[in-house]
């Protein structure tokens, strides 16, 4: 099993800064896939970055490419995202996921992901 705790979320202005950290233990993520999903009110679960826990390829949805940077230190086994020019549309509560080993690629949909955190909820103000 695999536990994530997110933290970090908060009341920002637009075009202001977030940085989201999401604390894991359990079971080694080594071979796994580690991503940041976002859920507005009234919306369905959207990916919105996704990286391998052992490597460097990274992927995003279009809308934060640019402004979003996802990261990970395996040694404090943190995920984290780094949100630069917030827009009132990033609105929404953050999870944090992380798929099963051995993961093929870099999935974006939440099916493919079998842990998830509690979620941090962001708010950005217009």
């Known amino acids: 099993q695999v536990q994530l705790v997110e933290s970090g979320g908060g009341l920002v202005q637009a075009g202001g800064s977030l940085r989201l950290s999401c604390a894991a233990s359990?079971?080694?993520?080594?071979?796994?896939?580690v991503g940041w999903f976002r859920q507005a009110p009234g919306k369905e679960r959207e990916f919105v970055s996704a990286?391998?826990?052992?490597?460097?390829?990274?992927v995003y949805t279009d809308s934060v490419k640019g402004r979003f940077t996802i990261s990970r230190d395996p040694v404090a086994s943190t995920l984290y995202l780094q949100m630069d020019s917030l827009k009132s549309e990033d609105t929404a509560v953050y999870y944090c996921?992380?798929?099963?080993?051995?993961?093929?690629?870099?999935?974006?949909?939440?099916?493919?992901?079998?842990?998830w955190g509690q979620g941090t909820q962001v708010t950005v103000s217009s």
């Open positions: 990286i391998r826990w052992n490597g460097d390829k990274t």
């Open positions: 359990g079971r080694t993520l080594s071979r796994s896939v």
């Open positions: 996921a992380a798929t099963r080993p051995v993961m093929p690629g870099l999935p974006t949909t939440p099916a493919e992901y079998a842990y």
